[in-house]
């Protein structure tokens, strides 16, 4: 059973960062590709970045050069490093495999505002 916990969000300001966590459970980081998605209002939820089982990472290119995927095998844990955050970042993130196995955490709510 897939169990998915996110945390890490908040509230900051353009140019700021932020470090997601996602605890994962029922999936194993060791050979699934993970990624992180996000859906901002009226929008669809989209895959930001992505971490293949031996580590080979992908971004969109919005996210590209801001944005850093990572992962523990050991603890199941995924991780996104959020530099130069803007307001088009806004948005509830969530942690799921790549293709997403049908279950979703609650996701963290990611607000970047002056």
């Known amino acids: 059973q897939v169990q998915l916990a996110e945390s890490g969000g908040g509230l900051v300001q353009p140019g700021g960062s932020l470090r997601l966590s996602c605890a994962a459970s029922?999936?194993?980081?060791?050979?699934?590709?993970m990624g992180w998605y996000r859906q901002a209002p009226g929008k669809k939820r989209e895959l930001v970045a992505s971490i293949l089982g031996g580590g080979f990472t992908n971004y969109a290119d919005s996210v590209k050069g801001r944005f850093t995927i990572s992962k523990d095998n050991a603890k199941n844990t995924l991780y996104l490093q959020m530099n130069s955050l803007n307001p088009e970042d806004t948005a509830v993130y969530y942690c799921?495999?790549?293709?997403?196995?049908?279950?979703w955490g609650q996701g963290t709510q990611v607000t970047v505002s002056s």
């Open positions: 029922g999936i194993r980081f060791s050979i699934a590709v």
């Open positions: 799921n495999a790549v293709p997403d196995r049908g279950t």
